[in-house]
């Protein structure tokens, strides 16, 4: 199957910023649309992003639009997500995942790499 790697977590102070990266091995990278989820301890997964095909549609929770911007290069087979002021309530681990894009975004496999962490202290 396609290999996701996620990296670019860390620990930071609220207000802070952190630019995570998934790269994602295959030749078909191009063809689907992606997201980004977080999973806080003892909480379920949540979606957080999404971004098209092509990059030009961007989707987004309410809680990190105007926060957070989603992007992608498809010649590297990459998709990033600048956070911006982050917040403790952000903190999570972090996955990227193919996605389908209708009424709600949802993950289209259950392969989602090992994630990385994001700590955001008070």
């Known amino acids: 199957q396609v290999q996701l790697a996620e990296s670019g977590g860390g620990v930071v102070q609220a207000g802070g910023s952190l630019r995570l990266s998934c790269v994602a091995s295959?030749?078909?990278?191009?063809?689907?649309?992606m997201g980004w989820f977080r999973q806080a301890p003892e909480k379920k997964r949540e979606f957080v992003a999404a971004i098209n095909q092509l990059g030009g549609q961007l989707y987004y929770q309410t809680g990190v639009n105007g926060r957070f911007t989603i992007s992608r290069d498809n010649a590297k087979n990459t998709v990033y997500l600048q956070m911006n002021s982050l917040k403790p309530e952000d903190t999570a681990v972090y996955y990227c995942a193919a996605v389908s894009l209708g009424a709600s975004v949802k993950n289209l496999t259950n392969n989602w790499g090992q994630g990385t962490q994001v700590t955001v202290s008070s």
């Open positions: 295959g030749q078909t990278f191009k063809n689907y649309a």
